[in-house]
């Protein structure tokens, strides 16, 4: 067997599958929508049966359902930077929540679309850069960004300010600190301003104005994500539930799954922050049916490539179980776990009249391969060391060889790593652990661990993962 990372571009774009648009043709627009700890099954389309979402199984219904696509990581920041730089954990910048950030000489898939003559838009969480820093969103190609820069601030959906570029946006929300991230987190104990119908408001809002040319939206919603801080843990959250209680009213039940109210969920004999959590969906779910209406509305439905999907697999935080309503579907582990309950993630795809309506692929891919996939679609070359490829051909129903490649998972020191290889994925806690192997065809629940009977697998991926990081640059 052997081994080899597949990339697209340069010389080799055209051998990718797809052609720039005819001169005098419209650019498609692009839009990435992606929710926040949502999992694999979560939605309808993918197995759910007690959570109603019924715009996003419409949205599959109508474009592709991709059942073996995976995030770029287990948690948040990580995995964004793989989707915004194309390049995997043990190569892109950001490899831990925390990290300072993108540097100016990242290149994202936001700075290459704004080349090209698209009007870019980040709408909700970012996480790779705070705005005194080079990895600020407006520094790193976008033209428009209304929502959180860092993961903490994100985790309160009644937050004091939200960000307008680099400016505050104050709300009405009255907030009890939380002792991390700065003070940006917290419990609020006045709720006036839902930052998720803020956030949508600014979508609808910045789609109309920019409706007549071609433009990519990265809309990263924060839903289902927990508020932390509002859970509860041994000891208190932080600041913890014990200071807060008294005013939670009505919100007390849902602990950390915050939002307005518990919708037609209200009356179901579950737990509160059960309750909370599907609410979170289906209001989602809601506003992506708003979505599609405005794109219909503006007359560019036709013309719009639109992804969803999630930054990682189902969380287990503000008093959400994972397990209540089988988030993580067939699959083992949720997230920051690296088997694939952790990161394999719902994507569906909607391209009218090029992404055929109904159709289910089990073509693997990964976050990494959405920057050159964009490049092959428009034609333009990208960045050296990109670890992703076109998956051009699999958007549009083609038949596209799935070819001999590692999709990777990892980039700590001294951590956990994964590999997806074909049918293989492998998994270790640390570099000086056994490797375990597994057989996704037969075992999606990565129960059986086959290693023993696979020496020579084991030892293709053990030679993979000695070259697979490179040194962090400096800051």
């Known amino acids: 067997m052997r081994s080899v990372r597949f990339f697209c571009g340069l010389a080799v774009l055209a ?40 715009h996003l199984d419409r949205m599959a219904a109508e474009g592709i359902r991709f059942t073996d696509v995976y995030a770029g990581f287990t948690v948040c920041a990580p995995s964004r930077s ?9 190569h892109t910048r950001v490899r831990r929540n925390g990290s300072p950030g993108l540097l100016d000489a990242n290149v994202t898939v936001a700075e290459l679309l704004k080349e090209q003559g698209y009007a870019t838009a980040l709408i909700g969480k970012w996480g790779l850069g705070m705005e005194d820093s080079p990895g600020a969103p407006w520094r790193q190609g976008f033209d428009h960004f209304f929502g959180y820069l860092s993961q903490g601030h994100a985790h309160n959906y009644y937050p004091q300010f939200l960000m307008r570029m680099a400016d505050r946006v104050p709300l009405g929300n009255e907030v009890v600190p939380s002792g991390r991230y700065n003070g940006m987190s917290g419990v609020a104990v006045k709720r006036v301003d839902y930052a998720h119908d803020l956030l ?35 000891g208190g959250g932080d600041p913890g ?27 179901k004999d579950w737990p509160g922050p059960q309750k909370g959590t599907a609410a979170m969906i289906s209001y989602m779910d809601a506003d992506i049916g708003r979505l599609f209406d405005a794109l219909k509305r503006h007359g560019i439905d036709e013309n719009t490539l639109v992804f969803f999907t999630s930054d990682n697999g189902p969380h287990k935080e503000g008093g959400n179980d994972p397990f209540f309503f089988d988030s993580n579907g067939p699959l083992q582990g ?9 990161i394999r993630v719902p994507m569906i795809v909607r391209w009218p009249g090029k992404a055929p309506a109904g159709a289910s692929s089990d073509f693997v891919w990964y976050f990494a391969d959405f920057l050159p996939t964009v490049a092959d679609l428009l034609g333009f ?4 060391a990109i670890d992703g490829i076109s998956v051009l051909p699999a958007l549009t ?14 980039g700590t020191a001294g951590n956990a790593e994964a590999v997806r290889w074909g049918r293989w994925k492998a998994v270790r806690e640390g570099p000086e652990e056994p490797l375990e192997l597994f057989d996704l065809t037969v075992d999606p629940g990565e129960e059986n661990n086959v290693a023993a009977e696979n020496r020579a697998v084991v030892d293709a ?15």
């Open 15 to 54: 051998a990718c599958g797809g052609e720039a648009p005819e001169p005098g043709t419209s650019k498609p627009n692009i839009v990435w929508i992606m929710a926040d700890d949502l999992g694999y099954g979560d939605l309808g389309a993918y197995g759910q049966t007690q959570i109603q979402t019924p």
């Open 82 to 90: 793989v989707l915004m730089t194309g390049q995997h954990t043990g």
């Open 200 to 234: 949508m408001e600014e979508t609808l809002d910045w789609l109309q104005k920019h409706a007549s040319e071609p433009f990519f939206l990265y809309l990263a919603l924060t839903i289902p994500h927990a508020n932390n801080q509002a859970g509860t843990r041994e």
């Open 241 to 267: 539930m014990q200071n807060v209680q008294a005013d939670l009213g009505a919100h007390r039940e849902r602990i950390g799954m915050e939002v307005p109210d518990a919708g037609i969920y209200a009356g």
């Open 334 to 342: 949720y997230k920051r776990s690296l088997h694939d309950g952790g």
């Open 381 to 384: 070359e990208i960045p050296e």
């Open 397 to 410: 129903g083609a038949r596209q060889e799935q070819g001999d490649r590692f999709l990777y998972w990892g």
């Open 461 to 475: 991926v053990r030679q993979y993962l000695d070259r697979a990081v490179t040194p962090l640059p400096a800051d």
